[in-house]
Nanobody, 121 residues
């Protein structure tokens, strides 16, 4: 099991930016982000393979950017042009199956505790 710890969440105004980070205990074939807002279903955000191939949810492509460190142990999510509907707990997932490295399979991996993102004026 891979352990991950998310950080970087907070309160930001609409239109603002945040950068989330996720520190993993080991590098894996695929890492991803997903989110869950109160009363709503879990929603995949983005995924990235060890080779750097990315997958984004259509509603976030162009606003969010997933990236990883050279040693593949740290995952990032740069979020720009944030909207109130982006408010959610954001979770990092590691060790997704390499043949299922997509935003919609983000929850398949080993999760962390999450980091809260609140977009509000």
């Amino acid at each position: 099991e891979v352990h991950v710890v998310e950080s970087g969440g907070g309160l930001v105004q609409p239109g603002g930016s945040l950068r989330l980070s996720c520190a993993a205990s080991d590098s894996t074939a695929c890492m991803a982000w997903f989110r869950q807002a109160p009363g709503k279903q879990r929603e995949g955000v983005a995924a990235i393979s060890r080779g750097g191939i990315t997958s984004y949810a259509p509603s976030m492509k162009g606003r969010f950017t997933i990236s990883q460190s050279n040693d593949k142990k740290t995952l990032y999510l740069q979020m720009n042009s944030l909207k109130p509907e982006d408010t959610a707990m954001y979770y990092c997932a590691a060790d997704l199956p390499p043949d299922a490295c997509y935003y919609y399979t983000a929850h398949f991996g080993d999760w962390g505790q999450g980091t809260q993102v609140t977009v509000s004026s």
